[in-house]
């Protein structure tokens, strides 16, 4: 059990302040990865929490290779997202309260593969062509990325 789940079982549905990452993998056309994730149907970012005793690289590169099957080599700074935004509610009716540590990774090596526990699909997408169907979290972080080329 992780360590979420631990504190699920403690707690219940009441928000949960949770840290992660999550990585804006970019390929060489500028596509952006994205994963068609199973908990809510909608497409988001790679990433998720952090374990005990991580940082917050580590998580991201950690997700990044169970979500994707990459290793990601250099990770830059993107930002540091928190706030109303990224309050959600899942699927199943528990409540997060979203910190997320955002990188941006542009140089991977790996067999693309998908997650089939968490995700349907992963795939680039060319960046005026995104998915409507966005995961609510994922959203500010996504029109803070895409700000950059307008």
């Known amino acids: 059990m992780g360590y979420v789940q631990e504190l699920r079982s403690l707690v219940g549905r009441r928000p949960l302040i ?8 970019v390929d060489r056309q500028n ?15 790679i990433g ?6 991580e940082c917050l690289e580590e998580t991201a ?12 080599d250099e990770l830059n700074w993107f930002g540091l997202f928190s706030g109303q935004e990224l309050i959600y509610e899942c699927p199943n009716g528990d409540i997060v309260v979203n910190v997320v540590a955002v ?6 090596r790996g067999e693309l593969k ?3 526990d968490e995700g349907y699909e992963i795939r680039f997408f060319k960046l005026r062509e995104l998915p409507k169907n966005l995961s609510p979290p994922d ?10 080329f307008r």
């Open 18 to 25: 949770i840290p992660g990452a999550a990585v804006l993998i």
């Open 31 to 45: 596509g952006l990865l994205l994963q068609h994730r199973k908990d809510n149907q909608q497409w988001g970012l």
């Open 48 to 53: 998720g929490s952090m374990e005990v005793g």
């Open 61 to 72: 590169r950690r997700e990044a290779l169970e979500e994707t099957g990459l290793e990601l």
């Open 103 to 108: 990188y941006v990774a542009r140089r991977f």
């Open 114 to 116: 998908a997650d089939q």
């Open 139 to 148: 959203k500010p972080v996504i029109e803070k990325y895409l700000a950059q």
